[in-house]
């Protein structure tokens, strides 16, 4: 089977499996857990943050950073098409009685403009009370949804900057954060640079088995963690797991080079296959979002049946994901599975 459908089905290869073996451990609870604690100072220092905090999945760090920058009835801004609104179970309104404004971005990425226009105006005549007070800006990067896109530095900056004139916290979901920075060249803390939290991952494209950070102000952090708590999230001899994470970290950044050489690849080969759609410059990072000439369902079953795995991302929408564990081989392979199965030789409902 060649596993296209995440970033996250990679396995701990023997050096990390070891490297968790020998990790020493104690109780994250009370604080002590030796291996915990290099992974957030690590991870704190590489975003340029105070401290971090580290929790079970990138969904959580999400959640418990908008439950601690917000109160019930806030208004928070994010993309409609961001992991947080359409991935995390309804979490911004279940776990902090918020309300997501949705901005309708571009891959993802959206504009100062937009951000301004989200907000309320009030004016004389009309009462303030009216609308829920926006508190909190949510910005994903590299974007999920919008096809692995990494937001353009002064797009940020200038969106960041419209948050903060209208007196709104900044989170940035930066679960993939690692694969923006390897692309462009630009470190991670520079992305991170003007938001009071980030998010970020070692469980996707790093291929550590569990784990993300939360990072930001002493203060900010010591407020996450008594969330990470509040939502169940205590570790105890969670050492273990976070000695993979931190082997990700220190040794599996140099390989997303290849992750995006990868996703090149198979773009290159599917532009070119007749009615397929893909635009090639939008596959900036490891993943790739393309239209199928049939029901994006049958595709992918009928490229299951050949060993390829990859998800239905809409109607005739797909997504594949390049990761550790597929070789080049591998997605030369692929790439010929959605040939022939884009070339109807497979049992393929056109309809
Ligand atoms: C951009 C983004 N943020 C957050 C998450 C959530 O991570 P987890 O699956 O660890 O909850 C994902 C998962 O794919 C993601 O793509």
Known sequence: MID?????????SPAMREAMAQAPVGDDVYGDDPTV??????????????????????????QVAIRSHTESGDLVLMDAASHVVRSEGGGPAALSGVTAQRIAGDRGIFTADQVEDSLATPHAGSPTTLAPPATLLCVENTHNGGGGSIWPLETLDAVVAAGRRAGLRCHLDGARVWNASEATGVPPARYARDFDSVSVCF??????????????????????????????????????????ALYALEHHRDGLADDHAKAGFLADVLVDIPGVELVREHVETNILRFRVPCRAGDFVDACL?????????????VR????????????????????????????????
Request: hydrophobic share 45%; aromatic share 4%.
């Open 4 to 12: 296209l459908r995440s970033d996250t089905v990679t396995r701990p």
């Open 305 to 317: 049946v050949e060993g390829v795995a990859m998800l239905v991302a809409g109607g005739r929408d």
């Open 37 to 62: 604690k290099r992974l957030e100072a690590r991870v704190a220092e590489l975003l340029g943050k105070e401290d971090a905090v580290y929790m079970p999945t990138g969904s959580m760090t999400n």
């Open 203 to 244: 469980s996707k494209a790093l291929g550590a088995p569990v784990g993300s950070a939360l990072c930001g102000s002493a203060a900010f952090v010591r407020r996450a963690r008594r969330f990470k708590q509040l939502f169940g999230g205590g570790f105890r001899q969670a050492g273990v797991i976070a000695a993979g």
């Open 320 to 351: 594949a994901v390049m990761h550790r564990d597929v070789s080049m081989g591998d997605v030369e392979r692929a790439a010929e599975v959605v040939r022939g199965v884009v070339g109807g030789r497979h049992d393929v409902n056109y309809d």
